[in-house]
């Protein structure tokens, strides 16, 4: 009887170590990786907590890098969790022409990767998810001429290495065509603006004024650093509120901007709503699944034509500033105000 009853727990167990065994190896947890710039980006880092959260609410874990505007920092950071081997990357790249070799790499050993917010350039990415450039060029095109009708115009685009600058360069140039052709529209002066950066931007503002003069009616700025240092330039001569500037991405500063009169629009790119998508998507790239019914569009980035998803973005003015971001939830009142 002892012998019997010994045999029939030895049983047990065997059985409690094969499911707890089988159980663990078929865990269906996926490994995402996200991998952005830098944290000084407020955009991209509350992007990536949108991510997170969405990720992890439908039982993926989710291992977030910044790299400190470091494109050989993402490098190593993207190689080490490869070695880990994630299920699935997304990256907002540094330097969209170097991180080709991590998607190279990605490629390499089976780990489907996603672009986002900026297009990798030469490799074999699987998917992007962004906004839509020409959206942006239109918006700011339609703000300034709403204020100004026309006259002398500035144009600051954004990096030129960076094909979002690129995209929002020609944006804007395909939208004020037909106003520089009737001659309402004299552009004055026209750059990009490396890296993105507001030190520049002021820089080039004020050789405009040495160069040209008090006489400009408008500042296309593709981003709120951007604005926020050409308004700082204009001030020196009395002249905001009086010149219309445009900005990007709905930061603190381009927003308190907006209120001021100093800036007539700001383009907000619906964070939470672009990084549940991204992050529901990338649940599927994970788990090997199709994504044709994510696709809206196409981007070309040298080598093939990405499956894209683009969300689109909202003009922010005075009129719709707190209906949009406060009462959405973006900022509170005391922060813009």
């Not at 019914?293 to 499956?307: A, C, M, Q, Y």
């Amino acid at each position: 009887m002892n012998r019997h009853i010994h045999w029939i727990l030895q049983m047990l167990f065997v059985f409690a170590i094969i499911l707890s065994v089988g159980c663990s190896g078929g865990s269906d947890t996926k490994k995402i990786a996200f991998l952005y710039p830098s944290e000084t980006i407020v955009r991209f880092k509350k992007e990536s907590q949108f991510f997170k959260a969405y990720a992890e609410k439908y039982g993926a874990e989710v291992i977030i890098k910044g790299a400190d505007k470091d494109e050989s920092i993402q490098k190593e950071q993207a190689q080490e969790l490869i070695e880990q081997g994630v299920d699935a990357i997304v990256i907002i790249p540094v330097n969209v022409n170097t991180a080709a070799s991590i998607v190279r790499n990605a490629n390499e050993n089976d780990i489907p990767i996603m672009t986002y917010n900026r297009m990798i350039s030469n490799c074999e990415v699987d998917f992007f998810v962004a906004s839509s450039n020409d959206l942006i060029g239109k918006i700011m095109v339609d703000a300034v001429m709403a204020e100004k009708q026309g006259g002398n115009f500035v144009i600051f685009g954004g990096d030129k290495f960076d094909k979002n600058g690129l995209d929002l360069q020609n944006a804007i140039t395909k939208y004020l065509k037909p106003y520089k052709e009737s001659g309402k529209v004299n552009v004055v002066y026209e750059t990009f603006i490396e890296h993105w950066s507001s030190d520049i931007a002021g820089f080039e503002m004020q050789k405009v004024i040495s160069l040209y003069g008090t006489d400009i009616d408008a500042v296309i700025s593709g981003f709120d650093g951007m604005s926020d240092a050409v308004i700082d330039v204009l001030k020196k001569y009395d002249l905001q509120g009086k010149v219309a500037v445009t900005g990007q991405d709905a930061e603190i500063s381009g927003c308190k901007n907006v209120i001021a009169g100093n800036q007539c629009v700001t383009v907000y790119h619906p964070l939470k709503i672009t990084a549940e998508k991204a992050a529901e998507i990338a649940l599927e790239m994970a788990k090997g699944k199709s994504l044709k019914d994510f696709v809206n569009s196409t981007e070309f980035n040298g080598v093939k034509e990405v499956p894209t998803h683009r969300v689109n973005s909202i003009a922010i003015t005075k009129d719709n500033i707190d209906k949009v971001l406060i009462d959405g939830g973006v900022y509170k009142r005391d922060e813009l105000y």
